[in-house]
């Protein structure tokens, strides 16, 4: 069986060097504001202070 996802983007103003930083900090944003069950997929460079931060869930 094929499983089915959804997908959500969220564009994000960043210090650019700190990707990874941002990414952390983005995961546990979401937790917190009560849409756990989202996994970080990629942060993708916007520009050159920007990300954007790709979230996916099973669309059960």
């Given at each position: ?11 994000v ?11 952390e900090?983005l995961e ?7 849409v ?14 920007s ?10």
């Open positions: 069986m094929d499983e089915k996802w959804e997908y959500y983007v969220s564009t103003i960043a210090d650019e060097s700190d990707r990874v930083k941002t990414a900090k546990a944003m979401m937790k917190r504001q009560g756990a069950g989202w996994e970080l997929v990629n942060v993708v460079p916007f520009g050159t202070n990300l954007y931060a790709i979230y996916k869930r099973p669309l059960s």
